[in-house]
């Protein structure tokens, strides 16, 4: 008879081989998903805990010099003749929340920093301006030069590559 009607017990025998080694792949698909999904959750566990890191390490830096930018700032203000009441000084102390303990400064600031809020920059001596806008005037400058960086870098690497894939000896 015709292979393709009659089902002879070889024939059925191969059938059932590659049904089973279908199934197999798709079970080595599935628990392939799996495994990606669990390396892709734990990656990203991973990445939130090294950002909470380096959130608090960069806290802890901020806070070790002795003194406050407030008071810095006063300081430099009244060097230049701006004279400041003292009952001012706290006020804006508690304004910014330099009274309170590490912890719950750190908690704000993070609360804020989510939020899209900066908080206010000291760097400007002669005003006190917003940190977004300050980061704002400075980055624009800085993804030229870093694209320029990139751009030199990729012109003189791919070359030197290519030549030492081509000339191995």
Same mark, same amino acid.
């Given at each position: 008879? !015709?292979?393709?009607? !009659?089902?002879? /017990?070889? $024939?059925?025998?191969?059938i059932?081989?590659?049904?089973?080694? $279908? !199934?197999?792949r798709?079970?080595? !698909?599935?628990?392939?998903?799996?495994?990606?999904l669990?390396?892709?959750?734990? $990656?990203?566990?991973m990445a939130?805990f090294?950002?909470?890191?380096i959130s608090? #390490? %960069?806290f802890?830096?901020i806070e070790l010099?002795? /003194?406050?930018?407030l008071?810095? +700032? #006063?300081?430099?203000?009244?060097?230049?003749?701006?004279?400041?009441d003292? &009952? %001012?000084?706290?006020?804006?102390?508690?304004h910014?929340g330099?009274? &309170?303990?590490?912890?719950?400064?750190?908690a704000? +600031?993070? @609360?804020?920093?989510?939020?899209?809020?900066m /908080?206010?920059? #000291?760097?400007?001596?002669?005003?006190?301006?917003?940190?977004?806008?300050v980061?704002g005037?400075?980055?624009?400058?800085t993804?030229?030069?870093?694209?320029?960086?990139?751009?030199?870098t @990729?012109?003189?690497?791919?070359?030197?590559?290519?030549?030492?894939?081509? $000339?191995?000896n």
């Amino acid at each position: 008879g !015709c292979n393709n009607v !009659c089902v002879s /017990g070889r $024939r059925v025998g191969q059938i059932r081989i590659a049904v089973r080694e $279908r !199934c197999e792949r798709r079970r080595h !698909c599935v628990a392939g998903v799996r495994f990606m999904l669990a390396y892709i959750a734990r $990656r990203l566990l991973m990445a939130v805990f090294t950002v909470w890191v380096i959130s608090v #390490f %960069a806290f802890i830096v901020i806070e070790l010099p002795p /003194g406050d930018k407030l008071q810095k +700032w #006063f300081d430099y203000q009244t060097t230049w003749g701006n004279l400041f009441d003292p &009952e %001012a000084m706290k006020g804006l102390s508690a304004h910014f929340g330099l009274d &309170e303990p590490k912890h719950v400064r750190y908690a704000k +600031w993070m @609360w804020n920093l989510a939020q899209g809020d900066m /908080g206010i920059s #000291f760097v400007t001596w002669d005003t006190l301006r917003p940190a977004k806008d300050v980061i704002g005037d400075r980055l624009w400058m800085t993804i030229i030069l870093t694209g320029f960086t990139i751009m030199v870098t @990729w012109s003189l690497a791919i070359p030197i590559g290519i030549y030492s894939a081509v $000339r191995q000896n």
